[in-house]
Protein backbone atom coordinates (compact mmCIF):
# COMPACT_ATOMS: atom_id res chain seq x y z
CA UNK A 1 0.00 0.00 0.00
CA UNK A 2 2.83 2.18 0.76
CA UNK A 3 4.35 1.76 -2.30
CA UNK A 4 0.88 2.50 -4.02
CA UNK A 5 1.13 5.70 -2.30
CA UNK A 6 4.23 6.98 -3.22
CA UNK A 7 3.12 6.23 -6.78
CA UNK A 8 0.37 9.48 -6.46
CA UNK A 9 -3.05 7.26 -6.20
CA UNK A 10 -5.53 9.28 -4.30
CA UNK A 11 -6.38 8.14 -1.13
CA UNK A 12 -10.65 8.03 -2.95
CA UNK A 13 -8.72 5.36 -4.96
CA UNK A 14 -6.81 3.96 -2.57
CA UNK A 15 -10.16 3.73 -0.75
CA UNK A 16 -11.98 1.69 -4.31
CA UNK A 17 -9.85 -0.70 -4.97
CA UNK A 18 -9.59 -1.87 -1.38
CA UNK A 19 -13.42 -2.31 -1.03
CA UNK A 20 -13.07 -4.39 -4.21
CA UNK A 21 -10.80 -6.33 -2.79
CA UNK A 22 -7.79 -5.14 -5.50
CA UNK A 23 -4.27 -5.04 -5.27
CA UNK A 24 -2.82 -1.57 -5.18
CA UNK A 25 0.65 -2.47 -6.23
CA UNK A 26 -0.71 -3.58 -9.51
CA UNK A 27 -0.40 -0.01 -10.99
CA UNK A 28 3.68 0.08 -9.19
CA UNK A 29 4.14 -1.86 -12.73
CA UNK A 30 2.85 0.79 -15.25
CA UNK A 31 6.21 1.92 -16.26
CA UNK A 32 7.55 -1.65 -16.35
CA UNK A 33 4.49 -3.67 -17.92
CA UNK A 34 5.56 -4.14 -21.86
CA UNK A 35 3.50 -2.64 -24.61
CA UNK A 36 1.97 -5.38 -27.01
CA UNK A 37 2.03 -5.86 -30.85
CA UNK A 38 0.35 -8.21 -32.98
CA UNK A 39 1.44 -8.45 -36.87
CA UNK A 40 -0.94 -8.43 -39.50
CA UNK A 41 -1.00 -12.44 -40.21
CA UNK A 42 0.64 -12.74 -43.41
CA UNK A 43 1.92 -8.67 -43.54
CA UNK A 44 5.82 -9.48 -42.24
CA UNK A 45 8.22 -11.75 -42.86
CA UNK A 46 10.35 -13.18 -39.74
CA UNK A 47 13.42 -11.36 -41.87
CA UNK A 48 10.94 -7.97 -41.77
CA UNK A 49 10.80 -8.72 -38.00
CA UNK A 50 14.74 -7.12 -37.79
CA UNK A 51 13.43 -4.23 -39.87
CA UNK A 52 10.89 -3.49 -37.51
CA UNK A 53 13.29 -4.03 -34.65
CA UNK A 54 15.52 -1.07 -36.36
CA UNK A 55 12.84 0.90 -36.81
CA UNK A 56 12.07 0.36 -33.07
CA UNK A 57 15.41 0.54 -31.76
CA UNK A 58 14.06 -2.13 -29.83
CA UNK A 59 14.05 -5.73 -29.51
CA UNK A 60 10.87 -7.52 -30.12
CA UNK A 61 10.14 -10.71 -27.61
CA UNK A 62 7.76 -13.16 -29.36
CA UNK A 63 5.20 -13.96 -26.63
CA UNK A 64 5.22 -17.67 -26.60
CA UNK A 65 1.38 -17.83 -25.43
CA UNK A 66 0.19 -15.70 -27.89
CA UNK A 67 0.21 -16.04 -31.99
CA UNK A 68 1.60 -13.23 -33.51
CA UNK A 69 2.27 -10.96 -30.76
CA UNK A 70 5.63 -9.10 -29.75
CA UNK A 71 6.02 -7.41 -26.67
CA UNK A 72 8.01 -4.04 -26.43
CA UNK A 73 9.70 -1.41 -23.94
CA UNK A 74 6.66 0.38 -22.70
CA UNK A 75 7.99 3.93 -23.79
CA UNK A 76 8.08 2.51 -26.97
CA UNK A 77 5.23 4.53 -29.54
CA UNK A 78 4.32 2.42 -32.48
CA UNK A 79 2.16 5.38 -33.66
CA UNK A 80 4.88 6.94 -35.82
CA UNK A 81 6.56 3.35 -37.44
CA UNK A 82 5.85 2.75 -41.09
CA UNK A 83 4.81 -0.65 -39.97
CA UNK A 84 2.19 0.95 -37.49
CA UNK A 85 0.71 3.51 -40.49
CA UNK A 86 1.29 0.61 -43.84
CA UNK A 87 -1.30 -1.36 -41.59
CA UNK A 88 0.94 -4.18 -40.94
CA UNK A 89 0.80 -4.22 -37.08
CA UNK A 90 -1.93 -3.77 -34.53
CA UNK A 91 -0.96 -2.13 -30.89
CA UNK A 92 -3.17 -4.42 -28.69
CA UNK A 93 -2.90 -5.39 -25.25
CA UNK A 94 -1.86 -9.38 -24.66
CA UNK A 95 -4.74 -9.38 -22.45
CA UNK A 96 -6.98 -8.69 -25.15
CA UNK A 97 -6.11 -10.98 -27.57
CA UNK A 98 -6.09 -13.94 -24.90
CA UNK A 99 -10.08 -12.73 -24.79
CA UNK A 100 -10.39 -13.14 -28.67
CA UNK A 101 -7.84 -16.48 -28.45
CA UNK A 102 -10.67 -17.66 -25.67
CA UNK A 103 -13.26 -17.42 -28.26
CA UNK A 104 -11.45 -19.55 -30.32
CA UNK A 105 -12.89 -18.17 -33.45
CA UNK A 106 -12.75 -20.70 -36.50
CA UNK A 107 -12.93 -19.51 -40.40
CA UNK A 108 -16.56 -19.49 -41.63
CA UNK A 109 -18.23 -18.57 -37.65
CA UNK A 110 -20.32 -15.75 -37.70
CA UNK A 111 -19.43 -13.39 -34.72
CA UNK A 112 -20.88 -10.91 -32.92
CA UNK A 113 -18.96 -8.04 -30.93
CA UNK A 114 -21.49 -6.40 -29.03
CA UNK A 115 -19.02 -3.62 -27.42
CA UNK A 116 -16.53 -3.02 -30.29
CA UNK A 117 -15.43 -0.09 -30.20
CA UNK A 118 -12.20 0.95 -30.84
CA UNK A 119 -12.08 -2.36 -32.57
CA UNK A 120 -8.84 -3.86 -31.92
CA UNK A 121 -10.22 -6.98 -30.88
CA UNK A 122 -13.13 -6.71 -33.70
CA UNK A 123 -9.65 -6.52 -35.62
CA UNK A 124 -8.20 -9.53 -34.55
CA UNK A 125 -11.64 -11.36 -34.92
CA UNK A 126 -11.89 -10.55 -38.13
CA UNK A 127 -7.79 -11.89 -39.15
CA UNK A 128 -9.25 -14.96 -37.79
CA UNK A 129 -12.41 -15.66 -39.74
CA UNK A 130 -10.76 -15.62 -42.74
CA UNK A 131 -12.33 -16.29 -46.28
CA UNK A 132 -15.86 -16.70 -44.95
CA UNK A 133 -18.25 -16.25 -42.11
CA UNK A 134 -18.99 -12.75 -40.68
CA UNK A 135 -18.09 -10.18 -38.16
CA UNK A 136 -20.86 -8.07 -36.85
CA UNK A 137 -19.58 -4.93 -34.68
CA UNK A 138 -22.10 -3.00 -32.56
CA UNK A 139 -21.37 -0.06 -29.98
CA UNK A 140 -23.39 2.78 -28.75
CA UNK A 141 -21.08 5.61 -29.12
CA UNK A 142 -21.04 6.19 -32.83
CA UNK A 143 -17.68 8.55 -32.92
CA UNK A 144 -16.32 5.10 -31.25
CA UNK A 145 -17.97 3.19 -33.82
CA UNK A 146 -16.56 5.27 -36.62
CA UNK A 147 -13.05 5.41 -34.86
CA UNK A 148 -13.50 1.55 -35.66
CA UNK A 149 -14.06 1.74 -39.56
CA UNK A 150 -11.99 4.07 -40.29
CA UNK A 151 -9.46 1.22 -38.18
CA UNK A 152 -10.89 -2.41 -40.24
CA UNK A 153 -10.34 0.27 -43.66
CA UNK A 154 -7.13 1.05 -42.57
CA UNK A 155 -5.75 -2.95 -42.26
CA UNK A 156 -8.40 -3.90 -45.15
CA UNK A 157 -10.63 -5.93 -43.05
CA UNK A 158 -13.78 -4.73 -43.98
CA UNK A 159 -15.22 -7.59 -46.73
CA UNK A 160 -17.08 -9.40 -44.03
CA UNK A 161 -17.98 -7.39 -41.54
CA UNK A 162 -21.05 -4.76 -40.72
CA UNK A 163 -21.02 -2.13 -37.99
CA UNK A 164 -24.31 -1.06 -36.25
CA UNK A 165 -24.06 1.76 -33.48
CA UNK A 166 -27.17 0.36 -30.89
CA UNK A 167 -27.16 -0.16 -27.82
CA UNK A 168 -26.36 -3.70 -27.00
CA UNK A 169 -28.41 -4.23 -24.22
CA UNK A 170 -31.33 -4.44 -27.22
CA UNK A 171 -29.62 -4.93 -30.60
CA UNK A 172 -31.69 -8.10 -32.21
CA UNK A 173 -30.49 -8.74 -35.48
CA UNK A 174 -28.98 -12.57 -36.19
CA UNK A 175 -26.05 -12.79 -38.82
CA UNK A 176 -27.23 -12.53 -42.51
CA UNK A 177 -26.36 -15.81 -43.91
CA UNK A 178 -24.83 -14.81 -47.60
CA UNK A 179 -27.34 -15.75 -49.88
CA UNK A 180 -25.69 -17.69 -52.57
CA UNK A 181 -26.78 -15.53 -55.16
CA UNK A 182 -24.53 -12.48 -52.93
CA UNK A 183 -21.51 -13.70 -54.38
CA UNK A 184 -20.92 -11.15 -56.76
CA UNK A 185 -22.14 -8.56 -54.28
CA UNK A 186 -25.77 -8.96 -54.38
CA UNK A 187 -25.83 -8.50 -57.69
CA UNK A 188 -28.42 -11.55 -58.20
CA UNK A 189 -29.91 -10.61 -55.14
CA UNK A 190 -30.91 -7.17 -56.00
CA UNK A 191 -32.49 -8.28 -59.56
CA UNK A 192 -36.28 -6.97 -59.50
CA UNK A 193 -35.86 -5.40 -56.31
CA UNK A 194 -35.44 -1.59 -55.33
CA UNK A 195 -34.09 0.50 -52.94
CA UNK A 196 -31.56 -2.76 -51.94
CA UNK A 197 -28.28 -2.17 -50.24
CA UNK A 198 -25.65 -1.59 -52.81
CA UNK A 199 -21.85 -1.34 -52.59
CA UNK A 200 -20.83 0.94 -49.36
CA UNK A 201 -20.17 4.34 -50.02
CA UNK A 202 -18.97 6.90 -47.34
CA UNK A 203 -21.35 9.23 -49.63
CA UNK A 204 -24.98 8.07 -48.93
CA UNK A 205 -27.62 9.29 -51.22
CA UNK A 206 -30.27 11.75 -49.60
CA UNK A 207 -32.48 9.21 -48.28
CA UNK A 208 -30.70 6.77 -46.59
CA UNK A 209 -29.15 9.98 -44.63
CA UNK A 210 -32.66 10.65 -43.91
CA UNK A 211 -33.50 7.74 -42.60
CA UNK A 212 -30.66 7.20 -39.94
CA UNK A 213 -31.73 10.39 -38.98
CA UNK A 214 -34.63 9.18 -38.12
CA UNK A 215 -33.81 6.20 -36.88
CA UNK A 216 -31.28 8.23 -34.38
CA UNK A 217 -34.04 10.61 -33.47
CA UNK A 218 -35.87 7.04 -32.29
CA UNK A 219 -39.15 7.62 -34.69
CA UNK A 220 -37.58 5.60 -37.81
CA UNK A 221 -38.87 2.09 -36.30
CA UNK A 222 -41.95 0.17 -36.51
CA UNK A 223 -40.28 -3.24 -35.83
CA UNK A 224 -39.65 -2.69 -32.09
CA UNK A 225 -41.81 -0.35 -30.86
CA UNK A 226 -40.04 1.77 -28.37
CA UNK A 227 -36.62 1.06 -29.71
CA UNK A 228 -34.68 2.97 -32.37
CA UNK A 229 -33.32 0.82 -35.17
CA UNK A 230 -29.43 0.07 -35.25
CA UNK A 231 -27.80 2.18 -37.43
CA UNK A 232 -25.81 0.73 -39.85
CA UNK A 233 -22.42 2.94 -40.53
CA UNK A 234 -20.27 0.38 -42.32
CA UNK A 235 -20.59 -3.14 -44.36
CA UNK A 236 -18.46 -4.89 -46.70
CA UNK A 237 -19.38 -6.80 -49.88
CA UNK A 238 -18.99 -10.14 -48.72
CA UNK A 239 -20.93 -8.76 -45.36
CA UNK A 240 -24.69 -10.54 -46.58
CA UNK A 241 -25.69 -6.95 -46.22
CA UNK A 242 -25.52 -5.89 -50.33
CA UNK A 243 -28.53 -7.20 -51.86
CA UNK A 244 -31.08 -6.46 -48.96
CA UNK A 245 -33.78 -4.83 -48.39
CA UNK A 246 -34.05 -2.24 -45.54
CA UNK A 247 -37.05 -4.68 -44.16
CA UNK A 248 -34.85 -7.54 -44.99
CA UNK A 249 -31.88 -6.28 -42.95
CA UNK A 250 -34.11 -5.24 -39.76
CA UNK A 251 -36.42 -8.23 -39.65
CA UNK A 252 -36.53 -9.25 -35.95
CA UNK A 253 -35.70 -13.42 -35.71
CA UNK A 254 -38.20 -15.35 -33.00
CA UNK A 255 -36.58 -16.89 -30.25
CA UNK A 256 -36.53 -20.22 -31.81
CA UNK A 257 -34.87 -19.51 -34.99
CA UNK A 258 -32.30 -17.60 -32.92
CA UNK A 259 -31.04 -21.02 -31.49
CA UNK A 260 -30.57 -22.60 -34.68
CA UNK A 261 -29.67 -19.52 -36.58
CA UNK A 262 -28.33 -17.07 -34.06
CA UNK A 263 -24.11 -16.09 -33.84
CA UNK A 264 -21.79 -18.98 -33.25
CA UNK A 265 -19.45 -16.73 -31.24
CA UNK A 266 -20.20 -13.74 -29.51
CA UNK A 267 -17.74 -11.14 -27.45
CA UNK A 268 -18.95 -9.17 -24.72
CA UNK A 269 -16.27 -6.93 -23.66
CA UNK A 270 -18.22 -4.95 -21.76
CA UNK A 271 -18.30 -1.17 -20.57
CA UNK A 272 -16.63 -1.00 -17.05
CA UNK A 273 -14.62 1.07 -14.44
CA UNK A 274 -11.34 0.27 -16.44
CA UNK A 275 -9.55 0.06 -13.13
CA UNK A 276 -7.56 -2.78 -14.69
CA UNK A 277 -5.46 -0.76 -17.00
CA UNK A 278 -2.92 0.53 -15.51
CA UNK A 279 -2.34 2.76 -18.88
CA UNK A 280 -5.83 4.20 -18.66
CA UNK A 281 -5.45 4.53 -14.77
CA UNK A 282 -2.25 6.65 -15.38
CA UNK A 283 -4.06 8.95 -18.33
CA UNK A 284 -5.83 10.81 -14.73
CA UNK A 285 -2.37 11.80 -13.98
CA UNK A 286 -3.24 14.15 -17.18
CA UNK A 287 -7.06 14.47 -17.29
CA UNK A 288 -6.37 15.33 -13.15
CA UNK A 289 -7.19 12.97 -10.49
CA UNK A 290 -10.57 14.90 -9.35
CA UNK A 291 -12.42 13.49 -12.79
CA UNK A 292 -11.80 9.86 -11.57
CA UNK A 293 -14.08 10.74 -8.87
CA UNK A 294 -16.76 11.14 -12.08
CA UNK A 295 -15.69 8.39 -14.43
CA UNK A 296 -14.69 5.63 -11.83
CA UNK A 297 -15.47 6.17 -8.33
CA UNK A 298 -19.18 7.53 -7.96
CA UNK A 299 -20.52 4.76 -6.34
CA UNK A 300 -23.99 5.42 -8.07
CA UNK A 301 -22.07 5.34 -11.88
CA UNK A 302 -20.32 2.39 -11.13
CA UNK A 303 -23.52 0.14 -9.62
CA UNK A 304 -25.80 1.23 -12.96
CA UNK A 305 -22.52 0.17 -14.93
CA UNK A 306 -23.33 -3.64 -13.31
CA UNK A 307 -27.20 -3.12 -14.56
CA UNK A 308 -25.19 -2.37 -18.19
CA UNK A 309 -22.42 -5.30 -17.80
CA UNK A 310 -25.33 -8.02 -17.08
CA UNK A 311 -27.66 -7.15 -19.81
CA UNK A 312 -24.97 -6.66 -21.61
CA UNK A 313 -23.83 -10.44 -20.99
CA UNK A 314 -27.46 -11.19 -20.77
CA UNK A 315 -28.08 -10.02 -24.70
CA UNK A 316 -25.28 -11.48 -25.88
CA UNK A 317 -26.26 -14.57 -24.69
CA UNK A 318 -29.72 -14.52 -26.42
CA UNK A 319 -28.52 -14.26 -29.30
CA UNK A 320 -26.23 -17.51 -29.76
CA UNK A 321 -26.87 -20.29 -31.19
CA UNK A 322 -27.77 -23.82 -29.55
CA UNK A 323 -23.82 -24.72 -28.72
CA UNK A 324 -22.12 -21.39 -29.66
CA UNK A 325 -19.54 -19.69 -27.03
CA UNK A 326 -19.26 -16.40 -25.81
CA UNK A 327 -16.98 -14.62 -24.12
CA UNK A 328 -17.33 -11.67 -21.29
CA UNK A 329 -14.29 -9.75 -20.37
CA UNK A 330 -13.82 -6.25 -18.79
CA UNK A 331 -10.72 -4.56 -17.84
CA UNK A 332 -11.88 -4.23 -14.44
CA UNK A 333 -10.49 -6.37 -11.77
CA UNK A 334 -13.43 -5.68 -8.94
CA UNK A 335 -15.33 -8.50 -8.08
CA UNK A 336 -19.16 -6.92 -8.41
CA UNK A 337 -18.12 -6.24 -12.41
CA UNK A 338 -16.97 -9.45 -12.84
CA UNK A 339 -17.89 -12.64 -10.65
CA UNK A 340 -20.75 -10.87 -9.20
CA UNK A 341 -22.57 -10.64 -12.76
CA UNK A 342 -21.65 -14.22 -13.95
CA UNK A 343 -23.03 -15.46 -10.97
CA UNK A 344 -26.06 -13.38 -11.30
CA UNK A 345 -25.88 -14.10 -14.67
CA UNK A 346 -26.13 -18.54 -14.59
CA UNK A 347 -28.70 -18.16 -11.96
CA UNK A 348 -30.92 -16.47 -14.10
CA UNK A 349 -29.90 -18.47 -17.46
CA UNK A 350 -30.14 -22.33 -17.18
CA UNK A 351 -29.07 -22.99 -20.79
CA UNK A 352 -25.81 -21.56 -19.90
CA UNK A 353 -23.06 -22.99 -18.82
CA UNK A 354 -19.39 -22.21 -17.77
CA UNK A 355 -16.52 -23.49 -20.32
CA UNK A 356 -12.48 -24.31 -19.47
CA UNK A 357 -10.87 -22.20 -21.84
CA UNK A 358 -9.05 -24.74 -23.22
CA UNK A 359 -6.50 -22.67 -24.85
CA UNK A 360 -5.47 -21.69 -21.48
CA UNK A 361 -3.31 -23.90 -20.30
CA UNK A 362 -0.01 -22.02 -21.05
CA UNK A 363 -1.27 -18.31 -20.27
CA UNK A 364 0.50 -16.40 -17.46
CA UNK A 365 -3.10 -15.83 -16.07
CA UNK A 366 -4.96 -16.45 -12.44
CA UNK A 367 -7.93 -18.14 -12.07
CA UNK A 368 -11.32 -15.74 -11.02
CA UNK A 369 -12.98 -16.31 -8.06
CA UNK A 370 -15.17 -18.44 -9.86
CA UNK A 371 -13.62 -21.49 -11.64
CA UNK A 372 -12.85 -22.32 -15.28
CA UNK A 373 -12.99 -17.88 -15.34
CA UNK A 374 -9.44 -16.32 -15.75
CA UNK A 375 -7.74 -13.22 -14.11
CA UNK A 376 -4.76 -11.30 -16.02
CA UNK A 377 -3.28 -8.75 -14.22
CA UNK A 378 0.20 -6.82 -14.79
CA UNK A 379 1.86 -8.59 -11.60
CA UNK A 380 1.45 -11.79 -12.45
CA UNK A 381 0.69 -11.80 -16.30
CA UNK A 382 3.10 -8.68 -17.40
CA UNK A 383 -0.30 -7.47 -19.37
CA UNK A 384 -2.88 -5.02 -18.61
CA UNK A 385 -5.61 -6.12 -16.04
CA UNK A 386 -8.53 -8.68 -17.74
CA UNK A 387 -11.18 -10.52 -16.37
CA UNK A 388 -12.09 -13.49 -18.83
CA UNK A 389 -15.20 -15.84 -18.44
CA UNK A 390 -16.26 -18.07 -21.33
CA UNK A 391 -19.53 -19.57 -21.70
CA UNK A 392 -21.52 -22.00 -24.17
CA UNK A 393 -25.41 -22.64 -24.81
CA UNK A 394 -27.13 -25.76 -23.85
CA UNK A 395 -30.54 -26.88 -25.64
CA UNK A 396 -33.33 -26.05 -22.91
C1 LIG B 1 -14.13 -1.81 -23.17
S1 LIG B 1 -14.77 -0.91 -24.48
C2 LIG B 1 -14.71 -2.06 -25.78
C3 LIG B 1 -13.35 -2.21 -26.38
C4 LIG B 1 -13.36 -2.98 -27.68
N1 LIG B 1 -13.91 -4.30 -27.51
C5 LIG B 1 -11.99 -3.09 -28.28
O1 LIG B 1 -11.35 -4.15 -28.23
O2 LIG B 1 -11.50 -2.10 -28.82
C6 LIG B 1 -16.45 -0.83 -24.10
C7 LIG B 1 -17.31 -0.25 -25.20
O3 LIG B 1 -18.68 -0.46 -24.82
C8 LIG B 1 -19.43 0.56 -25.41
N2 LIG B 1 -20.77 0.58 -24.78
C9 LIG B 1 -21.17 1.14 -23.63
N3 LIG B 1 -22.49 0.92 -23.42
C10 LIG B 1 -22.92 0.19 -24.46
C11 LIG B 1 -24.17 -0.33 -24.84
N4 LIG B 1 -25.27 -0.16 -24.09
N5 LIG B 1 -24.27 -1.01 -26.00
C12 LIG B 1 -23.17 -1.19 -26.79
N6 LIG B 1 -21.96 -0.70 -26.49
C13 LIG B 1 -21.83 -0.03 -25.34
C14 LIG B 1 -18.60 1.80 -25.19
O4 LIG B 1 -18.97 2.82 -26.09
C15 LIG B 1 -17.18 1.25 -25.43
O5 LIG B 1 -16.78 1.50 -26.76
Known amino acids: MEEASAIGLPEAFLDFLKENGVDPSIYTTADSTPRYIRLKPGSISEAQIQQLEAEFKSKLEKVGWLPNFYSLPPQIHIANSMAYKEGKIYGIDAASGAAVSALNVSEGDHVLDLCAAPGAKLCMTLDLIGNSGSVTG ?7 LAACRTMIQKYALGDRCRLFVADGTTFSLIPVMEHSDSKSGGEFASKGKVDVFKEWTSKRPWKERKNAKKAREGIGSQLVPGIQDPELIFYGWHSGVIGLSRTELYKIACDSEVLKCGYDKVLVDAECTHDGSIRHIQKFDHWGWETLERRVLDAERTDSLTVLQFRLLSNGFRLLKVGGSLVYSTCSLTAAQNEDVV ?54
Open 138 to 144: VDVARHR
Open 343 to 396: EQFLRENASAELQEIDAATNWPCKSGGIPKTLRFDPLTSQTSGLFVAKFTKLAS
